[in-house]
């Protein structure tokens, strides 16, 4: 008796047909999956940035940091809050300087993770990295109003007391950014915090704003958030674009010619 063999196998129109319907279910679960993940990474900046701002607090109070010795805590940059940087404080033995650097004198235990001490890039820009969004402090330069902001890089790299923020504005006024590492990929809002405690957001798409932040490509300028209501100064008005509460002067616009608003308005 002879056994007729057949091949077992797939026509071409089967195959057509599956990958017609893998495409299909694509491109309906990619954008789903992508939007989700923006979620998720915008919702864990804005937890992290009330983290920040509690840990600036909880700093600030202890007075773990003070460089003119007045009894009165000053803010932090990350790498101090992270226990990997040394701390600020107030060197008497150094003739026409009040500030030094021990490189032994860190925040032991640390308030923020150590991640937060590890700066992304070439130290120009004192940026770290977390679940897709970048961060970056400022704190403020020491002289009379109106102060710039001073960025962590010019800690990191201390060069003498010309290049550390001012004592007495230290104990006032910080300031913090987040922004997607890949705008529309990792996130598409950028986000501001500052002593105030009020988190404020853009919302960041390149064809609709003034200026997006996106990267290394864009980032925001201390007073980026700020209110154009008087000179670039990190103790004006942040620049509430939306409605200001309270307030019958506003609203104000943002230096960056953005719209921000309180995240949750």
């Known amino acids: ?7 077992a196998g797939f026509t071409l129109i089967e195959l057509m047909i599956v990958v017609a319907i893998i495409a299909i279910v694509a491109s309906i679960a990619i954008p789903k999956l992508m939007s989700a993940r923006i979620s998720a990474n915008e919702n864990a900046a804005i937890a992290t940035l009330r983290s920040i701002a509690s840990a600036q607090a909880q700093i600030q109070s202890a007075s773990a940091i003070d460089t003119d010795a007045d009894g009165g805590g000053e803010y932090a940059y990350f790498g101090e809050l992270a226990g990997v940087a040394p ?3 107030y060197d008497p033995g150094v003739p026409g300087q009040s500030l030094g650097v021990d490189p032994t004198l860190v925040l032991d235990p640390a308030i923020l993770p150590t991640a937060f001490g590890e700066i992304q890039d070439d130290g120009t820009d004192g940026v770290v990295e977390r679940s897709g969004y970048y961060y970056k402090m400022f704190l ?7 102060f710039d ?3 962590e890089s010019n800690v990191a790299n201390v060069g003498g007391a010309a290049a ?4 007495d504005s230290c104990e006032i006024l910080w300031a ?20 105030e405690g009020d988190l404020l957001q853009t919302l960041n798409t390149g064809n609709n704003v003034p200026l997006f932040y996106d990267g290394f490509t864009s980032i925001p300028a201390f007073d980026a958030a700020y209110s154009d209501e008087s000179a670039a100064d990190m103790g004006s008005r942040i620049g509430i674009t939306a409605m200001l509460i309270n307030d019958p002067n506003g609203p104000f616009a943002a230096n960056d010619g953005n719209t921000w608003s309180v995240v949750g308005n």
């Open 164 to 167: 550390l923020p001012g004592a």
């Open 87 to 89: 701390l600020r404080f």
């Open 149 to 151: 902001g001073v960025p």
């Open 140 to 146: 403020p330069a020491a002289g009379p109003a109106p």
């Open 176 to 195: 913090c950014y987040a922004w997607p590492v890949e705008s529309g990929s990792t996130g598409n809002r950028a986000f501001f915090i500052n002593q």
């Open 1 to 7: 008796m002879k056994h007729t063999r057949k091949n």
